[in-house]
């Protein structure tokens, strides 16, 4: 991979943040928002082009194109000095692991002695809960920070995708290294979730000593928290209206052995519905099992677009 250096080559930056697209967009939006907040310049550009293999044709006003390669891109933050490093997409396999190396390179080469990475750790919860940051650190002394930054050991688990191979890389070069996780809702991955990006923040605002003005990313959290209202309020409604429909008919045989008053929580039957999308996109045969639990519950109207979806666009790349 070919390296364009844009900034002084003299820089120096004892700490890198790094993100690339996930689950609810949370790193990489906690470091797009630290380096506008912050003013960070681009510093240098990782040419992956190589190993980009694009499967599909860009259309515009009738005229298709092959889609630029995506863009790996290092910013350079004078006060603090930091790195801050933002990846329009995972690269797996090799590739993934050439561009972390070449990213560490590149970073270690200008006094980086720390690194950092950002992504979500969706869980079967509201919208409404505040929440919560995990760690996973390769260094001891690295770890028992996480107290005093208000974050919580990951006690179990994995990291996918350079979120963690970044980590692992790192220690390898005896670079202190972690990955901060904020929860989030697991029915709404597919969609930015600004909420968890900002208690990254706050936790990034904590470790670096400083403050960043907030007005945005607030701004941007009320109309995330008004979108997922609307949509659990839907859900709820649409559980009340089963509700209703089973206990006017249990005393015929379609109502033997229900019980419904026995009815999920919005969030966590969203969840349900979310893991059973995701086996959908990695394995079609299983869209009947879902669209069977989407009409049980009478949920498939709020579901249909992103169900006829699955027909039409690859499988997601799994990873935080």
């Not at 070919?2 to 939006?29: E, Y």
Request: hydrophobic share 40%; glycine share 8%.
């Amino acid at each position: 991979m070919a390296t364009k250096l844009i900034g002084d080559s003299a820089t120096r930056a004892p700490v890198l943040i790094a993100g690339w697209p996930g689950m609810g967009q949370v790193g990489l939006g906690a470091c797009d928002y630290l380096r506008q907040k912050l003013g960070a310049e681009l510093f240098a550009q990782i040419d992956v082009s190589a190993y980009y293999q694009p499967d599909a044709l860009t259309v515009e006003n009738g005229l298709g194109r092959m889609p630029e390669s995506p863009k790996q891109d290092l910013y350079y933050a004078k006060e603090p000095p930091l790195f801050i490093f933002e990846g329009d997409t995972q690269l797996n396999g090799e590739p993934g692991f050439k561009l972390a190396a070449e990213l560490l390179d590149l970073v270690q080469g200008h006094g980086t002695e720390t690194v950092f990475t950002g992504a979500a750790y969706a869980m079967p919860v509201s919208f409404r809960q505040r929440p919560e940051v995990y760690g996973a650190a390769t260094d001891e002394h690295l770890r028992t920070r996480f107290t005093a930054l208000g974050v919580e050991p990951l006690k179990e688990g994995r990291i996918s995708g350079l979120n963690g191979l970044l980590l692992g890389l790192a220690a390898q070069r005896g670079l202190p290294a972690a990955c901060l996780l904020a929860t989030m809702p697991q029915y709404a991955i597919e969609a930015p979730n600004p909420k968890a990006s900002r208690a990254l923040i706050q936790v990034f605002q904590r470790i670096l000593n400083i403050s960043v003005d907030m007005t945005d990313i607030n701004e941007s959290v009320r109309e995330a928290d008004r979108l997922f209202r609307e949509f659990e309020a839907k859900v709820t409604e649409a559980i009340q209206q089963l509700k209703e429909n089973l206990g006017s008919h249990a005393e015929g045989p379609e109502g033997e052995g229900q019980e419904p008053d026995d009815r999920p929580e919005p969030h966590d039957l969203m969840a349900r519905v979310e893991t059973l999308f995701d086996e959908a996109q990695r394995d079609r045969t299983k869209a009947i099992i879902l669209k069977q639990e989407l009409d049980r519950w009478g949920l498939f109207h709020l579901y249909e677009d992103r169900f006829l979806d699955l027909f039409e666009k690859q499988p997601r790349t799994p990873g935080v």
